[in-house]
């Protein structure tokens, strides 16, 4: 998660480079997993940060909603160009196709800015999880947020280690389809008891996996 030092230096960034070009840079931030935090880490306000920005965000994730298609696009009050940006997103929300929550469940959901679906499920995944891969040898770097985690592949082809993962009956994403080759994405967003049944299948599925080491933590910060 970054940090809102983090992510004033890349907001300053921006302006910086918006006065170079001659035009505003606008930021588009993507937030269904804003809320998903953890250890007390709070996910810092892009509109706090910046002006040209737009926040786009989904309830399929903070409120377990997937699959019903809502949420909402917001433009920056002060943002350059306000009434064009806005008549432009509402033309596209028209026309493109999208499908649209029922207006009562848009107003629902008006009251449901501030709560979550319960968390400590996920937390204590991911406990499990980070406390199990690292024993095992597994390089990752501890999630702050969301429930994925993100380890390196530990074979050089990511593809072929996914695959090999499946004859265990667990299943993973390689990194390769999200830009980073040599990894792979494991989520925990499941029932603790599904991740306490998966133990013996990595430890059978890391012996066959000569370049992880055993037996210490390797967890990168």
Same mark, same amino acid.
């Given at each position: 998660?970054? +940090?809102? %030092?983090?992510?004033?230096?890349?907001?300053? /960034? $921006?302006? *910086?480079? %918006?006065?170079?070009? =001659?035009? @505003? *840079?606008?930021?588009? %931030?993507?937030? @269904?997993?804003?809320?998903? &935090?953890?250890? =007390?880490?709070?996910? @810092?306000?892009? /509109?706090?940060?910046?002006?040209? %920005? *737009?926040? *786009? !965000?989904?309830? +399929?994730?903070?409120?377990?909603?997937? =699959?019903?298609?809502i949420g909402y696009l917001a433009?920056?009050?002060?943002? &350059?160009?306000?009434?064009?940006?806005v008549a432009g997103c509402t033309f596209c929300n028209r026309t493109l196709g999208f499908v649209n929550a029922p207006s $009562?469940?848009?107003?629902?959901?008006?009251?449901?800015?501030?709560? &979550?679906?319960? $968390?400590?499920?996920?937390?204590?995944?991911?406990? !499990?999880? !980070?406390?199990?891969?690292?024993?095992? =040898?597994?390089r990752f770097v501890q999630p702050g947020g969301a429930f994925f985690l993100f380890p390196h592949s530990p074979q050089e082809d990511d593809v072929q280690f996914v695959e090999q993962a499946m004859e265990e009956r667990i299943l993973v994403v390689p990194g390769t389809g999200f830009g980073r080759a040599g990894h792979f994405r494991l989520s925990f967003a499941v029932p603790n008891e599904m991740v306490e049944r998966s133990l013996s299948a990595w430890e059978t599925l890391a012996a066959k996996c000569p370049a992880l080491g055993r037996d210490q933590e390797r967890t990168l910060d």
């Amino acid at each position: 998660v970054y +940090s809102q %030092s983090e992510l004033q230096q890349f907001c300053d /960034a $921006l302006r *910086i480079a %918006s006065e170079r070009i =001659g035009h @505003p *840079i606008y930021l588009i %931030s993507d937030e @269904p997993y804003r809320k998903i &935090t953890y250890d =007390g880490v709070k996910c @810092p306000e892009i /509109a706090h940060c910046y002006d040209d %920005s *737009i926040i *786009i !965000t989904s309830h +399929s994730k903070d409120l377990g909603l997937a =699959g019903d298609r809502i949420g909402y696009l917001a433009v920056h009050p002060a943002a &350059t160009n306000l009434p064009d940006l806005v008549a432009g997103c509402t033309f596209c929300n028209r026309t493109l196709g999208f499908v649209n929550a029922p207006s $009562l469940f848009q107003l629902a959901i008006a009251d449901c800015q501030h709560v &979550t679906v319960d $968390l400590s499920e996920y937390e204590q995944n991911r406990a !499990t999880l !980070t406390k199990h891969l690292a024993q095992l =040898g597994f390089r990752f770097v501890q999630p702050g947020g969301a429930f994925f985690l993100f380890p390196h592949s530990p074979q050089e082809d990511d593809v072929q280690f996914v695959e090999q993962a499946m004859e265990e009956r667990i299943l993973v994403v390689p990194g390769t389809g999200f830009g980073r080759a040599g990894h792979f994405r494991l989520s925990f967003a499941v029932p603790n008891e599904m991740v306490e049944r998966s133990l013996s299948a990595w430890e059978t599925l890391a012996a066959k996996c000569p370049a992880l080491g055993r037996d210490q933590e390797r967890t990168l910060d």
